[in-house]
């Protein structure tokens, strides 16, 4: 399986990470060990939620929206209200 991934900085509730794995608790404790140079600044971070997908083109093509300026409207709307998550 491959999961899409949706963060949350604790520290700095205005920052929001999206992205892939095929392990969503190895990765999570990698961006809150300071692993990705990206995310590191602000841990610590969240688990808002992930999305599981058979197909790994599919997963890919869906963070690739999550991404996009529509995609980040539709995640805003069904995934966090104001600084909070849902």
Not at 4 to 29: C, F, K, N, W
Not at 40 to 52: D, I, N
Request: hydrophobic content about 35%; overall charge positive; some cysteine.
């Amino acid at each position: 399986m491959q999961y899409v991934y949706l963060l949350q900085s604790q520290s700095h509730p205005e920052q929001r990470y999206t992205g892939m794995t095929v392990d969503v608790v190895r990765r999570l404790a990698a961006h809150n060990a300071g692993q990705s140079t990206h995310t590191a600044k602000y841990r610590p971070w969240c688990l808002v939620g992930y999305l599981a997908f058979s197909d790994k083109i599919k997963a890919a093509a869906f963070e690739k929206y999550l991404k996009s300026g529509s995609g980040r409207a539709f995640a805003n709307k069904h995934f966090w209200i104001g600084d909070t998550y849902a």
